[in-house]
């Protein structure tokens, strides 16, 4: 069975480091040992209401944003869910079969719909049916996840397993997930108890795909720390969730160890890693800015690459959907010529 990734990211906007660090610099490495499909996952955007021309113009800056970090669209499929219809009829499938009792275990909906459940969009609800869709329209064998969305893959697994049970054929595999050992997770520069996000009202609590040279250096300059020196080994971090935030960074930038990237700073003052930080990020970043500025100003370009992708990869789903259909009974007439 061909070894197949199905990565997505929300088209939300305002990329930032720990996007990159997080997700996108990993997905960038697999290419070299899997068949990947990286979507911009724009049905699950619309489970919360969005301005239709913010949407459109995410869409893009996502895309642009894939491209310039070294995805190659050539040799694997990038494109927009919303594209391939396939994503939408599968995910009612697996509507039918999933448990309510399966969804209303999902953390991550309590948490996105707070106290007022009942007011939340059965989108959100049933965003984790489409989630499994988006992988196994594609069989996919692998997906990349965080912490955030283990529970979510398992939920995948759990409707591959019980189709293949209802209907006694093993049409999808089971996904497996792919722990990212190098994976980075990226805190706010203004407090290292939180995630770095989009969503912070404060710009400079992230360093954005966009930023420029003056602006990174700033941001670090700004960044929240503690007043003492720099610790001499990894247990001197504990409590200190700034100064292992920006080391974890720098760590992740120079392509060093944490262990390594503590020696280097052992007693100094935060001025020392924040001044070479600064080199680092803006030595990474800025090839990849150049070519996603680039791109942002050629629409043509990215949305050319986006509609190959999407014809790719309904050529890829069309197969599967077909098996779908005649295993669970569905009449295909055949068309009269």
Same mark, same amino acid.
């Given at each position: 069975?061909?070894?197949?990734?199905?990565? !997505?990211?929300?088209?939300?906007?305002?990329?930032?480091?720990?996007?990159?660090?997080?997700?996108?610099?990993?997905?960038?490495?697999?290419?070299?040992?899997?068949?990947?499909?990286?979507?911009?996952?724009?049905?699950?955007?619309?489970?919360?209401?969005? +301005?239709?021309?913010?949407?459109?113009?995410?869409?893009?800056?996502?895309?642009?944003?894939?491209?310039?970090?070294?995805?190659?669209?050539?040799?694997?499929?990038?494109?927009?869910?919303?594209?391939?219809? !396939?994503?939408?009829?599968?995910?009612?499938?697996?509507?039918?079969?999933?448990?309510?009792?399966?969804?209303?275990?999902?953390?991550?909906?309590?948490?996105?719909?707070?106290?007022?459940?009942?007011?939340?969009?059965?989108?959100?609800?049933?965003?984790?049916?489409?989630?499994?869709?988006?992988?196994?329209?594609?069989?996919?064998?692998?997906?990349?996840?965080?912490?955030?969305?283990?529970?979510?893959?398992?939920?995948?697994?759990?409707?591959?397993?019980?189709?293949?049970?209802?209907?006694?054929?093993?049409?999808?595999?089971?996904?497996?997930?792919?722990?990212? !050992?190098?994976?980075?997770?990226?805190?706010?520069?203004?407090?290292?108890?939180?995630?770095?996000?989009?969503?912070?009202?404060?710009?400079?609590?992230?360093?954005?795909?966009?930023?420029?040279?003056?602006?990174?250096?700033?941001?670090?300059?700004?960044?929240?720390?503690?007043?003492?020196?720099?610790?001499?080994?990894?247990?001197?971090?504990?409590?200190?969730?700034?100064?292992?935030?920006?080391? !974890?960074?720098?760590?992740?930038?120079? +392509?060093?160890?944490? +262990?390594?990237?503590?020696?280097?700073?052992?007693?100094?003052?935060?001025?020392?890693?924040?001044?070479?930080?600064?080199?680092?990020?803006?030595?990474?970043?800025?090839?990849?800015?150049?070519?996603?500025?680039?791109?942002?100003? +050629?629409?043509?370009?990215?949305?050319?690459?986006?509609?190959?992708?999407?014809?790719?990869?309904?050529?890829?789903?069309?197969?599967?959907?077909?098996?779908?259909?005649?295993?669970?009974?569905?009449?295909?007439?055949?068309?009269?010529?």
């Amino acid at each position: 069975m061909t070894q197949r990734i199905f990565s !997505g990211v929300q088209p939300t906007g305002n990329l930032h480091l720990g996007n990159y660090l997080g997700a996108i610099r990993n997905w960038v490495a697999l290419q070299d040992q899997y068949e990947c499909l990286f979507c911009v996952v724009d049905l699950h955007a619309i489970t919360v209401w969005q +301005d239709p021309d913010a949407l459109r113009k995410s869409t893009r800056e996502v895309a642009a944003a894939l491209i310039a970090s070294g995805i190659d669209a050539k040799k694997h499929i990038i494109f927009n869910q919303s594209q391939v219809s !396939g994503h939408a009829e599968l995910a009612w499938i697996f509507n039918c079969v999933a448990r309510l009792g399966w969804l209303g275990r999902m953390t991550q909906f309590k948490e996105k719909a707070g106290k007022d459940q009942e007011a939340a969009s059965v989108g959100l609800f049933a965003y984790p049916n489409l989630m499994a869709a988006d992988i196994l329209l594609y069989k996919g064998t692998h997906v990349p996840v965080g912490e955030d969305q283990k529970q979510h893959l398992e939920l995948a697994r759990d409707i591959a397993q019980k189709f293949n049970h209802d209907y006694k054929k093993d049409v999808f595999p089971v996904p497996e997930p792919l722990i990212l !050992g190098s994976a980075t997770r990226v805190m706010s520069l203004k407090d290292g108890t939180s995630k770095m996000s989009k969503s912070d009202p404060s710009d400079l609590s992230r360093i954005n795909m966009t930023d420029d040279t003056d602006t990174i250096v700033r941001k670090i300059k700004k960044a929240k720390t503690d007043p003492d020196l720099l610790p001499e080994n990894a247990a001197g971090l504990e409590g200190r969730p700034e100064a292992r935030n920006l080391l !974890g960074i720098y760590a992740a930038l120079a +392509d060093v160890t944490m +262990d390594d990237a503590i020696a280097e700073f052992a007693g100094q003052q935060f001025s020392a890693l924040k001044g070479r930080l600064s080199d680092v990020a803006v030595a990474s970043l800025a090839p990849i800015q150049e070519e996603y500025t680039r791109l942002l100003a +050629d629409k043509a370009q990215v949305d050319a690459v986006l509609a190959d992708g999407a014809e790719r990869a309904t050529a890829l789903a069309e197969p599967v959907l077909r098996e779908v259909q005649d295993v669970i009974g569905f009449l295909r007439p055949k068309k009269a010529r």
